[in-house]
Nanobody, 124 residues
Framework: QVQLVESGGGLVQAGNSLRLSCVAS????????MGWFRQTPGKEREFVAG????????KYADSVKGRFTISRDNAKNTVYLQMNSLKPEDTAVYYCARGRSSLPRTTPNEYDYWGQGTQVTVSS
């Protein structure tokens, strides 16, 4: 089993930044791609960013390219999502997930372990 715990969410004004963290425990996430997704009420969970096991390959949703950066520290079993220039439409619950392979994937069914989520609210 892998446990994933997100932190770093909160309420910020538009234009500001937040950094989310996701710590893995149990059977670690090293060797697997990791991803961040987000979800708002009544909508499907959507891909935000993904990173390969080594950290050398990253993928982003078009809506966050140039503003968000995903990174990982395998020694700390931690994945980060740096979010800059936040917009009200970024408001959502953000989830960290471990992939089923070493590459970053973009659909939820390609991930097998999920965190509980952390709320990000961006005010205008």
């Amino acid at each position: 089993q892998v446990q994933l715990v997100e932190s770093g969410g909160g309420l910020v004004q538009a234009g500001n930044s937040l950094r989310l963290s996701c710590v893995a425990s149990g059977r670690t996430a090293s060797g697997y791609g990791m991803g961040w997704f987000r979800q708002t009420p009544g909508k499907e969970r959507e891909f935000v960013a993904g990173i390969s096991a080594s950290g050398g390959i990253t993928k982003y949703a078009d809506s966050v390219k140039g503003r968000f950066t995903i990174s990982r520290d395998n020694a700390k079993n931690t994945v980060y999502l740096q979010m800059n220039s936040l917009k009200p439409e970024d408001t959502a619950v953000y989830y960290c997930a471990r992939g089923r392979s070493s590459l970053p994937r973009t659909t939820p069914n390609e991930y097998d372990y999920w965190g509980q989520g952390t709320q990000v609210t961006v005010s205008s």
